[in-house]
Nanobody, 134 residues
Framework: QAQLVESGGGLVQSGGSLRLSCAVSGDTSDYVAIGWFRQAPGKEREGVSCISGSDGSTNYVDSVKGRFTISRDDAKNTVYLQMNSLKPEDTAVYYC???????????????????????????WGQGTQVTVSS
């Protein structure tokens, strides 16, 4: 079991920056990945970024590439999302989530699931609101 708590959201003007934090606790050793998702009213949950627990590799949705950076501080059990050059389209509730339990086929092999598919993430935080004004 894991617990995740997001912080760092707020109201900023277009072009501004925010850094979101995701504090992770519980039995989270050897996690597969931690991801950031966002959801705006009336829209589906969207994968923003993720970072691998094994090698630190990262992924980003195209719309945030070059603007957002995901990172982790293992000593603090915290994952960050640095968001620069924010746009009104970035307005959403941002959630962090952990892919903790490997998704395996009956033969024991890992299933192939795109990083942005929320179905593979096992525990979610409560979210933090990010609002970007025009």
């Amino acid at each position: 079991q894991a617990q995740l708590v997001e912080s760092g959201g707020g109201l900023v003007q277009s072009g501004g920056s925010l850094r979101l934090s995701c504090a992770v606790s519980g039995d989270t050793s050897d996690y597969v990945a931690i991801g950031w998702f966002r959801q705006a009213p009336g829209k589906e949950r969207e994968g923003v970024s993720c970072i691998s627990g094994s090698d630190g590799s990262t992924n980003y949705v195209d719309s945030v590439k070059g603007r957002f950076t995901i990172s982790r501080d293992d000593a603090k059990n915290t994952v960050y999302l640095q968001m620069n050059s924010l746009k009104p389209e970035d307005t959403a509730v941002y959630y962090c989530a952990i892919d903790l339990v490997p998704d395996l086929r009956p033969d024991g092999s890992n299933t192939v699931i795109p990083w942005y598919d929320p179905v593979q993430y096992d525990y979610w935080g409560q979210g933090t609101q990010v609002t970007v004004s025009s």
